[in-house]
Nanobody, 124 residues
């Protein structure tokens, strides 16, 4: 059974850092594109970043470019989202998702499997 499990969320002060993890089981995640999405209170779900399956090219939303870094460890079947210089507007539930076709995008409809989400709260 394909499964994605996020971890690493929590409460952090503005300007702080967190690293989210997305652990995949039931499939080899390096063939899939993995995307990170978030949904803040009263907001629609938005794409944050994704990493493609082949070659591992990455893409970032303008709102996080230069602050967030996505990476993957194929040996651990895990994708990470390093989040630096966090802002209160980054507060959201963060989800990872897998795209079987390997391309990735910022459109949630392109993804086939989803994790349960992890809460990130940026507040002083």
């Amino acid at each position: 059974q394909l499964q994605l499990v996020e971890s690493g969320g929590g409460l952090v002060q503005p300007g702080g850092s967190l690293r989210l993890s997305c652990a995949a089981s039931g499939f080899t995640s390096d063939y899939y594109a993995i995307g990170w999405f978030r949904q803040g209170p009263g907001k629609e779900r938005e794409g944050v970043s994704y990493i493609r399956g082949s070659g591992g090219s990455t893409n970032y939303a303008d709102s996080v470019k230069g602050r967030f870094t996505i990476s993957r460890d194929n040996a651990k079947n895990t994708v990470y989202l390093q989040m630096n210089s966090l802002k209160p507007e980054d507060t959201a539930v963060y989800y990872c998702a897998a795209d079987e076709e390997g391309w990735g995008s910022f459109d949630s409809y392109d993804y086939d499997y989803w994790g349960q989400g992890t809460q990130v709260t940026v507040s002083s």
